[in-house]
C-alpha cells in the first residue's frame, strides 16, 4: 500500500509527492495543494468544515467590529466602541471554536495513521498564528471595552479628546 505524505494546515491539504487518486486534479488550488473534505471518517470532515466555517465567520465579525470602532472614534461615542469590544469577543469565541476544531480534526485524522509509525505529526505555522490571534482579540476587545467604559462619560458631554 502506498503512502501519501501530506501536510494538513488550517486552510488546505498539501501532497508532497504524488497525489492520491481519490483527488479529483481539478480540486487543486495552488501546486499540489487542495481544500479536501474527502476524509475517511465523518467526523474528521466535519471538524474541518467547522474550523473553515468559523475562522471565515470570525474575521466578519472582526471586520464589523473594527468599522463600529473607527465609527465610533469619528464620532466620538461610546457606545459603538464598546459593541467593537464586544463583538471582537464574540469573534475570539468564534476562533476558539475554529482552533479547537482543527486539533479535533488532527486528533481524529491520526487514527487513520495509526499502522504507520514513520508518519510525523506536527502543527505548523498556521495553527500557532490563529492562536496569536486568538490572544490579539481577547486583548483587544478587553482594552475597547475598557476603554469605552473609562471614557465614556467625557465622549458623552461632548469634550474633545484633546
Known sequence: MYQYPYRVGIW????EDKIPDSVNPEKLISGQCVLDYDFQ???TEDFARTSAVSLVLACGIM???S?????GCICRRSTP??????FTYVS?????VAMCSFIGRIVTG??????????????????FLGWVSLALQVVSAS??????KGCGSTMKSGNNFA
Do not use: E, H
Open 63 to 65: 471586520f464589523v467590529a
Open 67 to 71: 468599522i463600529m470602532g473607527l465609527t
Open 12 to 15: 488546505l491539504t498539501c501532497y
Open 81 to 86: 466602541i464598546l459593541i467593537s469590544g464586544l
Open 41 to 43: 471518517l465523518q467526523r
Open 143 to 148: 482594552l475597547l471595552v475598557g476603554g469605552a
Open 92 to 96: 475570539g469565541i468564534c476562533t476558539l
Open 110 to 127: 491520526q487514527s487513520d495513521l495509526k499502522p504507520y509509525d514513520n508518519i510525523s505529526t506536527k502543527f505548523g505555522w498556521s495553527f
